[in-house]
C-alpha cells in the first residue's frame, strides 16, 4: 500500500473501536433442543476469557435455521448474560425477509440488545438501489442502534468498497463489516474506500487488513486455542509482522491437519461447533436438519488428530 493510501486509512475516525469478536455456538440435545446450561456455561466462558463483543447466529451459529420461538429462548438465554455495562453483544439475523429482519430486531431490542448483524436477503441479488433501501431502511427502524453487515457469498452479493462508500453516507449507523475472503484486492478495496467502517477480518486475512491499517478480528479459535488468539489480535493491534504471521500460518496449518479427512462440503458450523467440542467433549458438534455435520468416525479421527499433533497449543 502506498504511503499515501496508509495516511488515508489512518486519518480517518472510525464508527466502531477495534477489537476481538468472539462467536456464540447453539449446543443441541439428542433431540434438537437447546441445552441451555451448556449454552449459559459457553456463553459465560467468552465473557471470562475477556471478551465484550459476543455475537449469536451467524451463519456458523447457524442463523440461518432458527424458528420463531427457537429464535426467542436463544436470544432470552444470551440476553440474560451480556446485557450489562462492559459488554457489547450483538445479534444476527438471517432471513428472506426484511420485515422478520425488523421483527426479529425489535424482539431483541426490548431485551437490551442495541447491536445488531444484517445479511442480505439471499433469494436474489440486489441491486444497487435495492441495497441502499434495504440498508436504509432496515438501520433506519433502529436509529439508536448500530448495524454490523455480514459480506458473505450466499447473500448472491459481497458488496464492494464504492458501495460501502455510498452506505456510509446514507446509513449513519452501519458501523462495521464481517468478512471471511483472504483475497487481498478486496481486503485493499474495503480498507481504502470504507475506511470509516471498523471491518472484521477472519484469520486468514487479519493478517493482510493489519498491513494495511486498523481492522477488527472475527476470531475462529477463541475456544479451541485462547492464549495464542489473544497474541494474533494483540500482534495485529501492534504491527508485530512476524508474530502475526507465524500465527497465521500457525492457524492455518492446524486447521488444514484436523479436517484433512473431512473432504466433503460442510456448513461453516460444522468447523466451529467441533473446535469448542475437541476442549470440552459436552458440547456437541451436531448440526440442525437437513445440515450434517462432522460424522461420529469423523469426529474422532478429529480428535485424534487434535491430541497428536495441536492439543499442546494454548
Not at 481504502?192 to 471491518?199: D, E, R, V
Not at 491499517?213 to 472475527?218: A, K, P, Q, R, T
Not at 504491527?239 to 479427512?261: C, G, K, N, S, T
Request: charge should be neutral; charged fraction near 25%.
Amino acid at each position: 500500500m502506498t504511503t499515501r493510501r496508509a495516511e488515508a486509512v489512518a486519518g480517518v475516525q472510525k464508527r466502531y473501536p477495534r477489537t476481538n469478536l468472539a462467536a456464540c455456538m447453539l449446543p443441541w440435545t439428542k433431540d434438537f433442543k437447546l441445552d441451555v446450561p451448556i449454552f449459559e456455561e459457553h456463553v459465560q466462558g467468552a465473557i471470562d476469557g475477556g471478551y465484550t463483543s459476543i455475537y449469536l447466529m451467524g451463519t456458523a451459529g447457524e442463523g440461518y435455521a432458527l424458528g420463531e420461538d427457537l429464535f426467542r429462548q436463544v436470544v432470552k438465554v444470551f440476553a440474560a448474560k451480556t446485557v450489562r455495562d462492559g459488554m457489547d453483544p450483538q445479534v444476527g439475523v438471517v432471513s428472506l425477509s426484511m420485515q422478520q429482519i425488523i421483527d426479529r430486531f425489535a424482539f431483541c431490542y426490548d431485551l437490551g440488545i442495541r447491536m445488531f448483524q444484517i445479511s442480505l436477503p439471499s433469494w436474489g441479488a440486489l441491486d444497487d438501489s435495492e441495497l441502499l433501501l434495504f440498508f436504509k431502511t432496515v438501520c433506519g427502524t433502529f436509529p439508536d442502534c448500530r448495524f454490523l453487515h455480514y459480506n458473505l457469498p450466499r447473500a448472491k452479493l459481497i458488496v464492494n468498497g464504492n458501495q460501502y462508500r455510498r452506505l456510509v453516507s446514507e446509513v449513519p449507523n452501519l458501523v462495521a463489516t464481517k468478512n471471511s475472503s483472504t483475497d487481498y484486492a478486496r481486503t485493499l478495496d474495503l480498507m481504502i474506500k470504507a475506511p470509516q467502517l471498523q471491518h472484521f477480518f477472519l484469520e486468514g486475512n487479519f493478517a493482510l487488513g493489519s498491513t494495511m491499517g486498523e481492522c477488527s478480528l472475527l476470531c475462529s479459535y477463541d475456544v479451541l486455542f485462547p492464549k495464542t488468539t489473544w497474541k494474533f489480535y494483540e500482534a495485529g493491534i501492534g504491527q508485530d509482522m512476524p508474530e502475526l504471521f507465524r500465527i497465521a500460518e500457525l492457524l492455518f496449518d492446524a486447521d488444514r491437519r484436523l479436517f484433512a479427512h473431512c473432504p466433503r462440503d460442510m456448513i461453516d458450523g460444522s468447523f466451529d461447533k467441533t473446535f469448542i467440542w475437541l476442549r470440552d467433549p459436552r458440547f456437541s458438534n451436531r448440526m440442525l436438519p437437513p445440515y450434517i455435520g462432522l460424522s461420529e468416525e469423523e469426529s474422532k479421527k478429529t480428535r485424534q488428530v487434535f491430541k497428536e499433533h495441536l492439543a499442546h497449543i494454548e
